[in-house]
Nanobody, 124 residues
């Protein structure tokens, strides 16, 4: 079993940056592909970015390409989401998910474990 704890959310002005972290418990973090998803009020949970278990493959929502960067540190059981040039439409609760597989996907149902989420609010 994996427990995930997100941090790093907050309130930022448009054009600003935030770095989200997701710390995982357990000694098998490197067995999991990881993903970041977000959910705005009244909307479905949406894929944002994902990374394969060895970090060799990354995937992004089109609207965040060039602005967001996902990375992972398997030695410290942590996955990151660097978010630059933030826009008001990026406002949401951001969740990290863990998938017991070498390969990441963009489908939330493919992920086995989830964190509690961290709020990101971008003001205009």
């Amino acid at each position: 079993q994996v427990q995930l704890v997100e941090s790093g959310g907050g309130l930022v002005q448009a054009g600003g940056s935030l770095r989200l972290s997701c710390a995982a418990s357990g000694r098998t973090f490197s067995s999991y592909a990881m993903g970041w998803f977000r959910q705005a009020p009244g909307k479905e949970r949406e894929f944002v970015a994902a990374i394969s278990r060895n970090g060799g493959g990354t995937y992004y929502l089109d609207s965040v390409k060039g602005r967001f960067t996902i990375s992972r540190d398997n030695a410290n059981n942590t996955v990151y989401l660097q978010m630059d040039s933030l826009k008001p439409e990026d406002t949401a609760v951001y969740y990290c998910g863990a998938r017991y597989s070498p390969w990441a996907t963009i489908i939330s149902h493919d992920y086995n474990y989830w964190g509690q989420g961290t709020q990101v609010t971008v003001s205009s």
